[in-house]
């Protein structure tokens, strides 16, 4: 995969909007469209002390998740990048998807505060390698480059 080459394409996309909705929504498709073997690639934002789904590729998906929670809920209680082989295997993991066998979520930040996580599922186990979480923590480096979140509701 061509890290390098996603996110200068995010980048270019962030450089005409900085709203948010049209922005995440564009990095979920390009995010889908480069990646192989995946069901689900999105973001859960933060509102009202929890994640509410965002923008996102996919499957149907959980609509609220409590932080804490799940894969996704655990990165931000913990604020760290979570990559999970099995997701079997991952205690308290919500199956939005029964499909899905493994995950990584990146937490994301504006103004010192997580404001949502990137969300990745693959239907096979061991999907997401290092080079996977170097490349997309690179992507949310741009993300949190180009958003404004300050309509969110944290």
């Not at 934002?45 to 959980?62: E, H, N, R, T």
Request: aromatic content about 10%.
């Amino acid at each position: 995969m061509d890290y390098k080459l996603m996110v200068k394409q995010a980048e270019y996309l962030g450089e005409d909007e900085r709203d948010f909705v049209p922005f995440l929504s564009n990095v979920s498709a390009l995010i889908y469209d480069s990646l192989d073997r995946l069901n689900w690639a999105g973001f859960y934002l933060m509102d009202k002390g929890s994640l509410l789904l965002g923008p996102f590729q996919g499957k149907v998906a959980c609509i609220r998740i409590e932080i804490g929670k799940g894969v996704c809920g655990t990165a931000v209680a913990e604020d760290r990048t979570i990559r999970v082989a099995d997701v079997h295997q991952f205690p308290g993991h919500i199956a939005c998807d029964s499909a899905s066998e493994s995950e990584i979520v990146i937490p994301i930040h504006s103004e010192g505060k997580i404001v949502g996580v990137l969300d990745i599922d693959s239907p096979y186990k061991e999907r997401f390698s290092e080079e996977d979480e170097v490349g997309l923590t690179a992507l949310v480096k741009i993300i949190e480059k180009y958003c404004d979140f300050s309509r969110l509701r944290l």
